[in-house]
């Protein structure tokens, strides 16, 4: 299975469709725009690790012509406020995180592989998560995955890929210019 057919199969649908129902929830909007923009970098993964996180977005979102990969949009500063948000969620992190980098460490030493060398790791894990046979590591990856998929999706970017100008209270008035849906999401 080629990951853009699955990316825009049912997952990448769903995180749309649930990004579209969070922002039409009353008050999203205000609570997203309240939160600190300058969320200390860490909270989701340790300083020294935001390489290889953004890397498994990459692998799990890639560049696709001119649209960017997960990497290319806000990805970090949403992550951090859905972690912060959700104890329970934290805790995943602050317990996931480390089995996947030590996981993924082991398969390929002390540097950032490259998203298209992470490929067939995140493909078993997938199948392991799916079949029920996933280890702590594949079990993380899979709400990472799932965080970044939301993520993307749920930005102008990913609005972007499949033709969506946005909720109908931030689209243009008739003859005026679109909004921007550049690659820095919002």
Request: hydrophobic content about 45%; cysteine-free.
């Amino acid at each position: 299975m080629r990951r853009r057919d699955f990316l825009l199969g049912g997952s990448g649908l769903v995180a749309a469709a649930a990004g579209l129902w969070l922002w039409r929830r009353g008050g999203t909007r205000e609570r997203l725009a309240a939160t600190p923009s300058a969320i200390a970098p860490g909270t989701v993964v340790p300083e020294a690790d935001l390489p290889l996180l953004l890397a498994l977005a990459d692998a799990v979102v890639p560049r696709d012509g001119d649209q960017p990969a997960a990497s290319g949009i806000d990805l970090l500063p949403r992550l951090e406020r859905w972690v912060q948000a959700s104890p329970g969620r934290m805790r995943l992190y602050a317990f996931g995180w480390p089995l996947l980098a030590a996981e993924l460490r082991r398969r390929f030493g002390a540097g950032t592989p490259a998203p298209d060398a992470l490929e067939p790791v995140l493909e078993t894990w997938y199948r392991e998560y799916r079949d029920g046979s996933a280890g702590e590591a594949a079990r993380f990856f899979e709400q990472l995955r799932r965080d970044v998929l939301r993520a993307y999706w749920s930005s102008p970017t990913g609005w972007a890929a499949v033709g969506y100008t946005g909720p109908a209270h931030l689209a243009a008035p008739p003859g005026a210019a679109p909004p921007s849906t550049g690659a820095t999401g919002s």
